[in-house]
């Protein structure tokens, strides 16, 4: 799924999810090797634990960042995929 972030240096979050768990994340623009690292972490954990971790985390003076907007994308996919 492709996601399009809003208020952040990452235009683009791509991720995999099967089942529950996240296959892979790979995030477009942005601090390289802190996100290559979040993709890292993220990595099969759950949708749910992933988002309670990244939910809400500010990057300096703004009201979101990569990995909240991670949690979003995360959010949106689980909307559109409830069964």
Do not use: R, W
């Not at 208020?7 to 991720?15: A, N, P, W």
């Amino acid at each position: 799924m492709q996601y399009k972030t809003s208020g952040t240096c990452s235009q683009l979050i791509d991720f995999e999810v099967e089942g529950d768990i996240i296959q892979s994340v790979a995030f477009t623009g942005g601090c390289n090797g802190n996100l290559k690292g979040i993709s890292a972490l993220v990595a099969g954990m759950t949708v749910d634990e992933a988002i309670s971790k990244l939910k809400g985390i500010q990057c300096g003076h703004k009201n979101t960042s990569c990995p909240d907007q991670l949690a979003h994308a995360l959010e949106q996919y689980k909307a559109q995929n409830a069964d």
